[in-house]
């Protein structure tokens, strides 16, 4: 009866082990469904000094354009993945998107999280988002430091529109259409990299080396086509200490972590 018993428990034991992993994998996916977040841009007086022409920000690196509303319907850039590094959950956020800089009211977004693991490594999560809801992520694609990764947003309307993320390194595409009782401007273009919000605060933002959008242009009615150059360009500044460097040239931005 004793030996039944310990068979049974070890029977027991064995099947819960073997569904941990996707256990613990629903409730990360929960959490990060439940609490991570872009925010608008995040603009600073700065006490930086010996840096011209560019601005600051808390939570943003990289280059935005601001127009009239309208003008922008589409926002696409190529960047290759990095291999981020820093303490365990440490993080930054490559991604395009239409709003959120100087119209604050909505953003359409899509880009890809690196995070740093418990144990040094890294995962990878490629998300949408139509701020204020929160983000979510694309499943069906799989993504490794060193892939080139094209995403693309594209506004339907301003209520309506699709998130694009392709892996050019191994042929997987995610698409995602989206709606949303807040609309957009249309009237900011963004590549940016970001230091985003879990619970209420920014993450403990990871060193991801450089990230270079390319291909980086924005595009609407008008059939005028936008690149970084020519943008405002934004470093992130966090405790009075400027944490990138930020260059563009044509349809190039390059966003270096420093």
Do not use: H
Not at 100 to 111: F, M, P, R, S, V
Not at 191 to 211: C, H, K, Q, R, Y
Not at 227 to 232: D, E, F, L, R, Y
């Amino acid at each position: 009866m004793v030996s039944k018993f310990a068979l049974l428990t070890n029977l027991l034991l064995a099947s819960a082990a073997l569904a941990a992993p996707s256990s613990r994998l629903g409730a990360r996916l929960a959490r990060r469904r439940e609490n991570r977040q872009s925010q608008p841009n995040n603009r600073l007086q700065s006490t930086a000094t010996g840096i011209s022409n560019v601005e600051y920000s808390e939570n943003w690196a990289g280059a935005a354009w601001a127009e009239g509303d309208g003008t922008f319907t589409t926002v696409t850039g190529t960047f290759t993945v990095p291999t981020p590094s820093g303490s365990s959950g440490s993080a930054a956020s490559a991604w395009v998107g239409i709003d959120g800089d100087t119209c604050e009211n909505a953003i359409l977004q899509t880009g890809v999280d690196f995070t740093v693991d418990s144990n040094g490594g890294a995962s990878y999560d490629a998300w949408y988002e139509w701020y204020p809801d929160y983000a979510y992520d694309f499943s069906g694609i799989d993504i490794s430091a060193g892939d080139v990764i094209k995403t693309t947003v594209t506004a339907y309307s301003t209520t309506s529109g699709v998130a694009t993320i392709e892996n050019l390194t191994n042929g997987q595409t995610v698409t995602q259409d989206i709606t949303s009782d807040y609309a957009l401007c249309e009237e900011n273009a963004e590549w940016i990299v970001e230091d985003f919000e879990e619970g209420n605060s920014l993450v403990p933002f990871a060193n991801f080396g450089t990230v270079t959008f390319t291909d980086a242009t924005a595009t609407g009615p008008s059939g005028e086509t936008y690149t970084p150059s020519g943008a405002t360009l934004m470093d992130i500044e966090q405790d009075g200490e400027v944490l990138t460097s930020v260059s563009a040239s044509g349809e190039t931005l390059t966003v270096t972590y420093v």
